[in-house]
């Protein structure tokens, strides 16, 4: 048997393999969190979430480039032309030349996503060659409609979540991981150009550019500049307070994932509220024992849902994503 390229079943699945294996390595080099927590699911659900970190991340560095160097554009648009006819095509990628897509490609196909959400995700990467700052709150929500809640949606149903309600709950979750990135990063986006907290926020508190460059610059930001940061972290705690009814909304054996992603991510912000705000003298990390603790306690959960999952007698048809 063969594809539609002439190269047959075996060699493409061998290919397909090596695909996800590299859309792996660059979650496990990019986005430790996310990763260990990914080592939470089962092993056949994995490699579908590194496919979609692995997309994320080749467009994600098209325009957060060195701070020394100036985003193209061009690449930008090339890549994203040549990454939306692939996904929108009835034949897959080539695993070998375009290992990325290849395997979004097949796990897109795999769950039935909508590749239009990945084009969303598109726009607001394009943004980021453009807008470096955001007037209001709504704006910025904007933003983050393509950058972070579409992610959530895609993901909702690898995890065994669907419906409307679900796909709301992970689209906030979405929204507050990017949030915290944005409270966290403040310096390192400054040193980019960019200011992604809403200029109203900045107005309420007194906060002009010059104070939070100077914050930027010294490492020591003014009480204004707190009260900035604290008001950041109040908002981001709302969203995750609305993402949080969606952990139980995945499977059993996704749960342990969804819920580790969600409290090492969220003891963030517990740093800045520790560091007293100050998220400028440096960059503000959950300590690598806490991630491992977190990650041992809820990998027990992980065997036991699965153990109950094999020890209980079902009348459901298997899992598709069991034989693929």
């Not at 692995?54 to 480039?65: I, K, P, Q, Y």
């Not at 070998?96 to 990467?125: K, N």
């Not at 992970?170 to 980019?192: P, S, V």
Request: glycine content about 6%; overall charge neutral.
């Amino acid at each position: 048997m063969t594809t539609s390229d002439g190269m047959t079943t075996s060699k493409y699945e061998a290919e397909l393999t090596r695909a996800y294996e590299h859309c792996r390595r660059i979650h496990a080099a990019h986005g430790r969190t996310y990763y260990l927590a990914t080592q939470l699911l089962p092993r056949a659900r994995r490699r579908d979430v590194w496919a979609l970190y692995a997309f994320a991340r080749v467009a994600d560095e098209l325009v957060d480039t060195p701070q020394t160097a100036t985003p193209d554009a061009d690449a930008l648009l090339a890549w994203r032309e040549q990454a939306m006819t692939s996904l929108r095509s009835a034949s897959p990628p080539d695993p070998g030349e375009h290992p990325v897509l290849a395997a979004t490609w097949h796990t897109m196909r795999r769950f039935g996503l909508d590749p239009d959400l990945l084009d969303e995700f598109l726009d607001s990467m394009a943004m980021d060659l453009t807008v470096t700052r955001y007037a209001s709150w709504e704006e910025l929500r904007g933003y983050m409609r393509g950058s972070a809640a579409v992610i959530g949606e895609l993901m909702a149903p690898l995890l065994g979540a669907n419906g409307a309600e679900a796909l709301g709950r992970a689209a906030a979750l979405g929204e507050a991981f990017q949030l915290t990135n944005f409270i966290r990063d403040i310096g390192e986006d400054h040193a980019r150009g960019r200011i992604y907290l809403p200029q109203t926020d900045l107005a309420r508190f007194g906060v002009s550019e010059d104070l939070l460059a100077h914050a930027v610059r010294t490492g020591a930001p003014s009480p204004q500049v707190r009260s900035l940061v604290a008001f950041e972290v109040r908002r981001a705690t709302s969203l995750y307070a609305s993402a949080q009814p969606g952990l139980v909304m995945v499977d059993a054996r996704s749960q342990p994932c969804l819920e580790a992603a969600f409290t090492l991510y969220k003891r963030i912000l517990h740093r800045v509220i520790a560091n007293d705000f100050n998220v400028f003298e440096r960059r503000l990390v959950v300590p690598t024992w806490q991630r491992v603790v977190t990650a041992g306690h809820l990998g027990a959960r992980t065997a036991s849902a699965t153990l109950t999952e094999a020890l209980t007698p079902s009348r459901r048809s298997r899992p598709t994503w069991r034989s693929s």
